[in-house]
Structure formats: C-alpha cells, structure tokens
C-alpha cells in the first residue's frame, strides 16, 4: 500500500531537526577531509580522470561526524521544538 503524504509549508524545519542544525557542519567537516586526503593522495586512472578514494571514504565519514558535538544533536530537536526545555533530556 502506497500512501502519498506532502510536508506542509513552513514544516520541514520542524520534522527535519538534523538537517535545520547538524548537516551544514557535518557536511563542510567530510569536505574538509576529502580535500585533506585529496592533497596528499593525487593519482589518476587509465583514462586520466582523478583517482577516487575507496575504504578511506569511511574515514572521512567516521572524522566528520566525530567533529559533531552531542550537544548540537539535541539542541537541535530543541529548535525544532520536537524537545521542551522541560524535558530534562541529558546527553
């Protein structure tokens, strides 16, 4: 069964807490480490396109999210009023 749903205006801030407060972060930290290792790791393929990375690529996930403070994650659900200040949620 299929369900068709639609997100009203002005809610995707609110049911999309990560993306509101964390992915911007996260995403210039992973960048950052993909340049780091582009740096250092300059090679290309049979048809001269730029090598890419292969399992470092984990890493580069693994680092980013690392530079992610816990304390974010949750004041992020907070701004998008999923969490009250009210609820004594501990990190």
């Given at each position: 069964?299929?369900i068709?749903t639609?997100?009203?205006?002005?809610?995707?801030?609110k049911?999309?807490?990560l993306?509101?407060?964390i992915?911007k972060?996260?995403?210039?930290?992973?960048?950052?480490?993909?340049?780091?290792?582009?740096?250092s790791?300059?090679s290309?393929?049979?048809?001269?396109?730029?090598?890419?990375?292969g399992?470092e690529?984990?890493?580069?996930?693994s680092?980013a999210?690392?530079?992610i403070?816990?304390?974010?994650?949750?004041n992020?659900?907070?701004?998008?009023q999923?969490?009250r200040?009210d609820?004594n949620?501990e990190?």
């Amino acid at each position: 069964m299929y369900i068709r749903t639609a997100t009203p205006p002005g809610m995707s801030g609110k049911w999309q807490p990560l993306d509101v407060s964390i992915n911007k972060s996260f995403k210039e930290a992973f960048k950052e480490e993909c340049r780091h290792w582009r740096r250092s790791n300059i090679s290309f393929t049979n048809s001269r396109n730029l090598g890419k990375p292969g399992k470092e690529f984990v890493s580069f996930v693994s680092i980013a999210w690392d530079k992610i403070k816990p304390d974010g994650i949750v004041n992020s659900f907070y701004a998008a009023q999923i969490l009250r200040k009210d609820n004594n949620f501990e990190t």
